[in-house]
């Protein structure tokens, strides 16, 4: 006598091609994050072009438009998620590739950094590729697979951070910022193309009863572990991009500011990490299923604050290089087991809103760290803000995890 295990009903009936849908949200995810990175490498170097020439100010500033974004996005996930919930979560992807193509395409015309600013503070209402991704991806594979699907989902966003700040930091040297710019805008124009044309989505629209039951996003809060949760994707991205707006100031700073070609420098390095990043994440995606989550977790956030205060020790390429390396391998596998995590914790009708709250948090992080880490940079220096955030994720990760105890459904 056979039994047949209930089945979610946001997964696709057997013999769905689930894995194509996974596959082409792996490439289009690849190429936003690809449209999305052409800019890391120069961000701060287009502010001096843009009229900032006070040195002191073009961290700050650095900061300030790393965390606008953010801050606004920390407002309107929770909202895409939660229509992504009523109306299906193929259509927001949409909206954040298409709407983030048509916003890096206008940030090449401007001309004084308050437009830049405003611009940035758009796409912080309008973007949002990699919370809407998972959010999708999420509901179509099946559970048992859903660490191996959102590690390659991972793998893709490190993938897009590798090849994007390196190919922008070289097209940055040659051609200038602003045509950068443009062709990132492109190309997220593209990946928005293949979500449209080359993903399928089964979304049944829930029930009235169903949506008054989940419709309370904070509701959510009620499942144990979940508060915990968000608090670590709080101060992971607080502590991760706390150091972002200045990592290309810092990198000239131990290249060489005399020399020439530090967007292509500074875009490499970006690279490095985001390749080893890739490699830890595929693997740590597959690993988790099967060992656990909370073990996999502890220990790369513990070796990504080491890696975070020996970048303060750095004194020439070839140490950012090792370092950049034992980072990427370090952080690669924090984030798809935190999405693992959600995935666990939450029931699938609620998977929209649930990747709407991290999002936010992710954002908050976001929009906190670049704001504090260049005002810190702008008086101590673009060294001891790595020590800063290393010890302070020591600090946070132990209790957090810890109180993170995943219930199996």
């Known amino acids: 006598m056979s039994m047949n295990p209930s089945r ?18 792996f490439a289009a995810q690849f190429l936003s994050m690809v449209g999305f990175a052409f800019v890391l490498p120069f961000l701060p170097f287009y502010i001096r072009e843009l009229g900032v020439t006070t040195e002191r100010l073009v961290p700050v500033w650095a900061g300030v438009m790393a965390g606008s974004a953010s801050l606004v996005m920390a407002f309107f996930s929770p909202l895409w998620g939660w229509l992504a919930d009523r109306h299906g979560r193929k259509i927001m992807v949409e909206r954040a590739m298409f709407g983030g193509a048509i916003i890096t ?30 959010a999708l991806v999420s509901t179509v594979v099946p559970k048992q697979r859903l660490g191996y699907a959102l590690g390659l989902m991972q793998v893709a966003v490190f993938l897009g951070m590798t090849l994007g700040p390196w190919i922008g930091g070289i097209m940055a040297d040659v051609i200038g910022y602003r045509f950068t710019f443009i062709m990132g805008g492109a190309i997220l124009l593209l990946g928005g193309a293949l979500v449209l044309f080359g993903t399928r989505e089964r979304f049944n629209r829930p029930s009235k009863e169903t949506l008054a039951k989940s419709d309370r996003i904070f509701s959510l809060l009620a499942y144990g572990g979940f508060p915990a949760l968000l608090a670590l994707f709080f101060f992971f991205h607080f502590t991760v991009h706390f150091v972002s707006p200045i990592l290309p100031l810092f990198i000239e700073t131990v290249y060489g500011p005399a020399r020439g070609g530090v967007a292509s420098t500074t875009g490499m390095l970006f690279a490095i990490s985001g390749a080893a990043a890739a490699l830890s994440a595929g693997g740590i995606g597959y690993l988790s299923d ?6 996999i977790l502890l220990f790369h956030l513990l070796l990504t604050a080491v890696s975070m205060i020996l970048h ?15 980072y990427g391998l370090a952080a690669g596998g924090i984030l798809p087991t935190m999405n693992a995590l959600v995935g666990r914790l939450i029931p699938p009708n609620s998977y929209g809103k649930a990747y709407g709250l991290t999002s936010s948090m ?18 101590w220096g673009y060294r001891w803000p790595f020590v800063f955030v290393g010890v302070l994720m020591i600090a946070v990760t132990l209790p957090v995890v810890l109180s993170i105890r995943p219930r199996p459904r």
């Open 362 to 379: 992710t954002a908050l992080g976001m929009a906190a760290g670049p704001l504090f880490g260049g005002i810190m940079a702008s008086f």
């Open 312 to 326: 303060g020790a750095a004194q020439g390429i070839l140490h950012l290089i090792l370092l950049r390396v034992l």
């Open 290 to 295: 099967r060992i656990g989550y909370r073990r």
């Open 105 to 134: 395409f206008a940030m090449g015309l401007v001309s004084n950094v308050w437009q830049l600013l405003f611009l940035r503070l758009l796409s912080g209402a309008t973007t949002g590729t990699i919370s809407a991704s998972i």
């Open 8 to 25: 979610d009903p946001t997964t696709p009936e057997k013999g769905q091609p689930w894995q194509l849908t996974l596959y082409i949200m």
